[in-house]
């Protein structure tokens, strides 16, 4: 692989505008700026700050738009929109949703929102954790439509960032640790109006996937594959979750996304590849009809599901151009595949993992390591990563400058024993006992830069953490990310040589972004205020309940006196 090229930025957004998640349709996450280099960038300093008065997880970016900053808080949502003419000052309007369902009780691992999406016609799109999808209007705040999604009662709640394509609005939900089936909804963007639904599993109706979902491999081939890949009516209760990020291709019109985990972890349960959890799909946005599908964990028995965020670009593969994807996958391995077929072009491991040797790109397949898979009974110890990933939601950057991802990554593995699990609505329904642990390096988090042209690493740094931030990569030659003690650091592109840090008031789950201010300096913009699953280390109260069985605090037991909750936001300059 080799020449690489991010796509373009959505239509008339100036350069220093962020007005998306990933700032580009294909989420390279990369800004275009030149001004802060790894000569000048220890001249950074805090310029101004707003506190948002949430303890929960801030695990999105603001977007900012024509002189506009949006920031969205975890729930209950609220959304505040400051004048960047007017540094410091109180926010141009706030919307906070009107009284609706009652408190969440049922939740998995926080009430975080990872962000909100725009559309051209002057529209916010917020996605509420307790499953309504709201549009705002961006110059007033003033709600002009509600529609209800998910449930939290039973668990279906929305935390990403939705997607806005044409005249649509997309978004999926979370849930799939309650037993909840998945599903992809767009809605007109105008009116609220339900176009399509696509399920993660069912009928080759409710998936909108037809008996072709990948011309290139025999296993992904046949009628009714999201029913008959399951024991029984298992499908019903298969969580395949929808909660990561969702990208774009405008020459393609396809969206592209990641499905979660099958519910539950005992894979007794539901023997069989569990068709399509553990996913990555593309589809028509304006149909939802899938183009292709490609599993990456069959019957995945370790939790890993495939929500992470893929990042797309154009390369040059075997001395041939490709429309590609690139996907860090929880499972470990680092695919890259043509997003125009949905064939696998190349998969390694970018970190410590044991439970498969390899993926055989001629099957799409995983090699199995029977030492680490899961039996009916017992304890199978030092599974290599965990279920919380090599990567979660964490989103990587490509810089088409040096021509390499870089990547928030850690250094868990866990201990699995498969138990019963007995659905009951609004439950967990995890169906295992999991011990989180360190890996083999002591480190707990790594920060790495990756080469598509090698699947190899080209830098790596060591964090005592699991890096729970998200990546920024610029033209100026730098790397933002930030560190779950607190720390946003600038590091050099080439190298990874650290360049910057300062203190942030509380651990960072969120993503930095670069933005041009009205005097067309370059600035960075980042939410510190920790939580998530790293939360639960500090505050294990009864609004941040752990899922049943899985016991992930104790790996973090040392964040304990470092690191204390509470929303910043902090504006950076020169």
């Known amino acids: 692989a080799a020449g690489q090229t991010r796509p373009a930025a959505p239509a008339g957004a100036p350069a220093g505008d962020r007005p998306a998640a990933g700032r580009d349709p294909g989420l390279t996450r990369f800004s275009p700026l030149t001004e802060l280099t790894p000569a000048n960038v220890n001249e950074l300093k805090v310029l101004w700050s707003w506190p948002t008065g ?59 929102n990872r ?20 549009a705002l209007n961006a110059r007033t705040g003033k709600q002009l439509w509600r529609v209800t999604t998910g449930d939290p009662a039973t668990g279906t709640t929305m935390q990403s960032a939705p997607l806005g394509v044409g005249d649509l609005v997309i978004g999926g939900v979370g849930g799939g640790e309650f037993g909840n089936r998945g599903y992809l909804t767009g809605y007109d963007a105008h009116t609220g109006k339900q176009v399509w639904r696509a399920w993660s599993m069912g009928s080759d109706q409710e998936t909108r996937i037809g008996p072709l979902p990948n011309l290139n491999y025999p296993s992904h081939q046949g009628p009714r594959l999201g029913l008959s890949t399951w024991t029984a009516d298992s499908w019903q209760r298969g969580g395949g979750a929808t909660w990561g990020w969702l990208s774009y291709d405008p020459d393609l019109d396809l969206v592209y996304y990641g499905t979660g985990a099958p519910a539950p972890m005992n894979w007794y349960q539901r023997i069989g590849d569990n068709k399509w959890t553990s996913s990555l799909i593309a589809r028509n946005p304006r149909t939802g009809q899938a183009r292709w599908v490609l599993q990456l964990t069959p019957g995945d028995r370790w939790g890993f599901g495939a929500s992470n965020e893929n990042i797309l670009l154009d390369l040059n593969f075997g001395g041939r151009a490709v429309k590609g994807l690139v996907h860090f996958d929880r499972n470990g391995f680092a695919y890259t595949i043509d997003r125009a077929t949905g064939r696998l072009l190349l998969a390694q491991k970018y970190g410590p993992v044991n439970w498969a040797r390899e993926i055989h790109t001629a099957s799409g397949l995983p090699v199995l390591d029977s030492a680490y898979l899961p039996r009916a009974s017992g304890t199978t110890r030092g599974i290599c990563p965990s279920l919380m990933g090599m990567k979660a939601f964490q989103p990587a950057a490509y810089s088409p400058i040096t021509e390499l991802f870089f990547v928030p990554a850690m250094d868990l593995c866990m201990d699995l024993e498969p138990t019963g699990a007995s659905f009951q609505p609004g439950q967990p329904f995890v169906g295992a006992k999991v011990r989180i642990v360190t890996g083999s390096s002591g480190s707990r988090g790594r920060f790495l830069a990756w080469s598509a042209t090698t699947g190899s690493v080209a830098w790596e740094i060591r964090e005592p953490f699991p890096v729970f931030g998200g990546a920024l990569a610029t033209a100026g030659g730098l790397v933002f990310y930030g560190t779950l003690d607190g720390w946003l650091k600038a590091v050099d592109a080439t190298n990874g040589r650290e360049r910057w840090r300062v203190k942030t008031p509380s651990g960072i789950v969120g993503n930095p972004i670069s933005f041009a201010g009205p005097d067309g300096r370059q600035l960075i913009a980042v939410v510190s205020g920790i939580g998530g699953w790293p939360g639960l280390a500090l505050k294990p109260g009864p609004d941040r309940r752990p899922t049943d069985g899985i016991e992930a605090v104790s790996v973090l037991a040392d964040l304990v006196g470092q690191v204390v909750p509470g929303g910043v936001l902090l504006i950076l300059g020169r």
């Not at 959304?79 to 919307?95: E, H, T």
């Not at 962000?115 to 709201?134: E, N, Q, R």
Request: one cysteine or more; aromatic letters at 8%.
């Open 115 to 134: 962000g909100l999406a725009w559309h051209p016609s002057g529209k916010l799109y917020l996605a509420m954790f307790t499953g309504d999808l709201v």
């Open 54 to 112: 949430s303890l929960a997880g801030h695990e999105g970016n603001p977007l900012v738009i024509d002189g506009k900053l949006y920031l969205q808080t975890p729930h209950p949502s609220r959304v505040v929109a400051f004048d960047l003419n007017q540094p410091g000052a109180a926010p141009l309007w706030s919307y906070s949703p009107p009284a609706g369902r009652g408190p969440v009780l049922a939740l998995c691992c926080d009430v975080g």
